[in-house]
């Protein structure tokens, strides 16, 4: 996983609390994203950043807030959980490259909502 | 918005077996990547393929990226249960700077023994 750690692995929720997924990089990459993988939709990109101080909305940010207060940390925040939010979550950083957007992947957080 | 289709959606072949499995879009990308996921994990980069005709080999695995860089193959030779997984690929979204991917949502394929 190229030195990408999320925490926690597995974590259930009840409808309306909240949370926090922490991802860790050893290595000092500018770019880092979280994504949601879910059956028949694929990986969708929530928000990320390109930097320290730095974040971004992506694909499907509903729901979620993001902070990046140091570089090595990238934090996915649920204020209020919903079912919808039952997913398989991915932090990946992007390797320094001008040319191409490789992607490193951490090992994931399972979420369950209820 | 670019997208990527990738086919077939599952593939269940026996161990030993060639396949074939397929990435296309109706837009041009400057390159693009393959990624296999396996169960409970991320995904792992395979390869990054350039320029169009390109042609990667990774032991039994050979990716080919389209003549007019819209589309990319990945065949697999002789395949063994360790290849289980969901092939994904990807590409740069177009535009500015290459820092965000579009994700095809992959071919999910068993090896039987």
């Known amino acids: 996983n190229a030195g990408v750690t999320q925490t926690p692995k597995f974590r259930v929720l009840k409808t309306g609390q909240s949370m926090t997924l922490l991802c860790a990089q050893d290595m000092n990459h500018e770019y880092m994203y979280w994504y949601r993988q879910d059956p028949g939709l694929g990986l969708r990109l929530i928000h990320y950043s390109v930097g320290e101080g730095t974040t971004a909305k992506g694909e499907v940010p509903d729901g979620y807030n993001v902070s990046r207060l140091k570089k090595q940390n990238f934090l996915l925040g649920l204020e209020s959980a919903a079912p919808s939010q039952t997913s398989v979550y991915f932090c990946?950083?992007?390797?320094?490259?001008?040319?191409?957007?490789?992607?490193?992947f951490g090992p994931g957080t399972r979420l369950t909502v209820l | 918005t670019q997208l990527l289709e990738q086919s077939p959606q599952f593939l269940s072949i026996q161990e030993g077996e060639n396949l074939t499995v397929y990435c296309n879009s109706s837009s041009v990308f400057s390159s693009l990547q393959w990624y296999r996921q396996e169960p409970g994990e991320g995904p792992v980069l395979l390869v990054t393929?350039?320029?169009?005709?390109e042609v990667k080999k990774l032991k039994r695995l050979t990716f080919q990226f389209g003549d007019a860089r819209k589309d990319s193959s990945l065949h697999i030779t002789a395949a063994q249960p360790g290849d289980t997984g969901l092939y994904l690929c990807a590409g740069p979204n177009s535009g500015g700077s290459n820092y965000k991917l579009t994700f095809g949502k992959g071919t999910l394929l068993t090896v039987n023994p």
């Open positions: 393929v350039v320029t169009g005709g």
């Open positions: 990946a950083i992007k390797r320094d490259s001008k040319l191409f957007n490789e992607q490193f």
